[in-house]
């Protein structure tokens, strides 16, 4: 390779606006004199890259990775030096002569081998009546939008491509390597896309690194795939690319947003509706390298996918790379069978803009979607955990973890603290279903109690005359609790309302468990409900005064001695608590010989 003078060296390096080159790559914002992001050579969490426009110079404090502009490219592009400094020349308009000899880089080959290929794509879908224009036309796409996006035509032959290339100079071993032919078994080469539409994948640079086809003439067989991407190269690796990418890159930098989305005719749909931030996968899921792309330039990503199974799955799947990124992650979900093409011209730009801006978190989704296959049961509650756990535990700040558990919790209907360790265990990598905490025979006892007084109270309302609100407080606010305060209250200003109406005042899980109180198999009688009602209030009474007393036992133990006052304040109060443990036991004597009497005790 021949030498570059040390002037022209010196020219492009000191024209270069390191701002706008490391931009392409990194979110910069400023920092007093310097603009700071997340170093794009190593994963981190906290900005500890800086970029000093001054002295055209960026260094990380974490890996410590520095040096000029030339360096910056050769590291992110993986560049040799003459390389870097023949692509900022060629930017900044300076021609970059050589002393001596010698043959381009590798690298340089594949790219002239692939800008050629887009010439000729180009000008192969202007060729009077080839199916690919008449593909284009029938998906709404005018000229303008052809040209906008770059879109070609593949023609459908063997050869038509590898003997443009070998016309301008490339050989088959090149246009091999930059994913452009194929090899024969019998040897030689064939063209390897043929019959498609063809978009062109590009770099952050813009340069075309590959191609993607959807297909428009099938094959004789009727096998070949709808869509095709070019092989990969040293120049482009699906788990790093994004199609859309370069047109996207500032409008991701000034919205502080991007849009992902699953292919090539989506991409172009949201752009021509003027969400110019969006990009798509080349034909594979999210990869942890997409995440750290993305996470670069951004925090937030909305994900527009399908609203069918397979779409809720695939956002699930993109929130295991996306979420450990740092990346807050939206979900925009399509109606079933619609598209964005047909989004757009069905409804308008204005629709899918809709979309996007109203779209909910996806971690919200996911929950939701958990729920809806049911919570009926402690079963069902536990596999819905068990199937958001591992989700929520890949969410990076505890802060919004804690958020989102606390949802699962109160979607679910169970207390936070079941949950959470659940949680912690997916975070740790161990079963989730182990990690569920067992409830203690206390427990059992204590929920087994509250559900059969609460059947009783269903099948025979008038025993909620028995009830008092203060017996409430042993009961924690659930759907429990809320048909018995819903009994309480319809018997006190209605009494002999039939539990149909009563049921139109409760949500959906009070509903759902009355409805499992009213089909169970076992029958009751009214004078066992009654039994129940009253052995069930006396327990809960028990309960109740115990731990009032521990808590005034409590009190006396760290009192100061000398402080009397205090000492008989609480002296006073648990003679007074013993007093009313004395009356409601009394109470319930008289209502075990009449219970009709119950109502004028208690006045």
Request: net charge negative; proline share 5%.
């Amino acid at each position: 390779m021949g030498r570059i003078a040390d002037e022209i060296i010196q020219r492009i390096g000191d024209r270069v606006d390191m701002v706008d080159l490391v931009g392409r790559h990194v979110t910069l914002k400023k920092a007093g004199r310097s603009y700071v992001g997340l170093c794009p050579f190593h994963d981190e969490k906290t900005p500890s890259f800086h970029v000093n426009p001054e002295r055209r110079t960026f260094h990380c404090f974490g890996c410590q990775t520095g040096g000029d502009a030339f360096k910056f490219l050769m590291e992110i592009q993986n560049l040799t030096f003459p390389e870097a400094v023949r692509t900022l020349g060629g930017e900044l308009g300076i021609d970059v002569p050589e002393t001596g000899g010698g043959e381009t880089g590798r690298s340089e080959g594949l790219y002239a081998a692939l800008e050629v290929a887009q010439a000729f794509f180009r000008e192969s879908l202007k060729e009077p009546g080839n199916p690919g224009a008449a593909y284009l036309d029938r998906r709404g796409l005018d000229a303008e939008a052809v040209e906008r996006f770059g879109i070609g035509y593949a023609p459908d032959s063997w050869d038509a491509l590898s003997r443009r290339l070998r016309g301008a100079g490339i050989t088959d071993s090149i246009a091999f390597e930059a994913g452009l032919l194929a090899e024969r078994r019998s040897g030689g080469y064939y063209d390897f896309l043929r019959g498609r539409v063809v978009f062109p994948i590009q770099d952050a640079r813009g340069r075309v690194v590959a191609f993607g086809g959807r297909v428009v003439v099938a094959d004789a067989d009727g096998k070949a795939p709808k869509y095709l991407n070019s092989r990969e190269s040293p120049v482009f690796r699906k788990r790093e690319s994004l199609y859309g990418f370069p047109r996207a890159l500032e409008p991701i930098r000034r919205n502080e947003m991007a849009v992902v989305v699953e292919g090539y005719f989506d991409q172009v749909a949201l752009d021509r509706a003027g969400i110019a931030g969006t990009v798509a996968t080349c034909g594979t899921a999210l990869s942890e390298q997409h995440a750290r792309e993305l996470r670069r330039r951004t925090r937030t990503v909305v994900l527009m996918f399908d609203g069918d199974e397979a779409g809720q799955k695939a956002v699930e799947r993109s929130l295991e790379v996306l979420l450990p990124a740092g990346l807050r992650v939206k979900a925009a979900l399509l109606p079933p069978g619609v598209d964005p093409d047909d989004l757009l011209t069905e409804e308008g730009p204005g629709a899918l803009r809709a979309l996007v801006d109203s779209a909910p978190p996806a971690l919200e989704r996911v929950i939701q979607r958990a729920v809806a296959a049911g919570c009926a049961s402690p079963s069902e509650k536990a596999d819905a955990v068990e199937a958001v756990a591992p989700v929520l535990a890949r969410v990076e700040s505890p802060v919004e973890r804690g958020e989102y558990t606390s949802q699962l919790a109160l979607a679910v209907g169970s207390d936070v603290s079941y949950v959470e360790p659940a949680v912690r265990a997916a975070r740790r990598g161990e079963d989730v279903r182990d990690a569920l905490p067992a409830q203690t025979p206390r427990r059992q006892t204590h929920d087994h109690k509250l559900y059969q007084l609460t059947r009783c109270m269903v099948e025979f309302p008038s025993l909620a005359q028995q009830v008092h609100q203060e017996d409430l407080l042993e009961v924690a606010d659930g759907p429990l609790r809320r048909v018995i305060e819903v009994l309480i209250d319809a018997e006190s200003t209605s009494p002999g309302l039939r539990i149909e109406s009563l049921m139109e005042g409760l949500d959906g899980e009070a509903q759902a468990t009355i409805q499992g109180m009213l089909v169970a198999q076992d029958e009751l009688t009214e004078t066992v409900a009654a039994r129940i009602v009253e052995d069930t209030l006396a327990w809960m009474r028990k309960r109740r005064y115990d731990r009032e007393a521990r808590e005034l036992t409590r009190q006396l133990h760290n009192s100061d001695a000398q402080d009397s006052d205090n000492l008989l304040k609480i002296l006073e109060k648990k003679q007074e608590m013993i007093s009313r443990k004395k009356r409601e036991q009394h109470r319930s004597s008289v209502d075990a010989v009449d219970p009709s009497s119950a109502d004028r005790v208690a006045r």
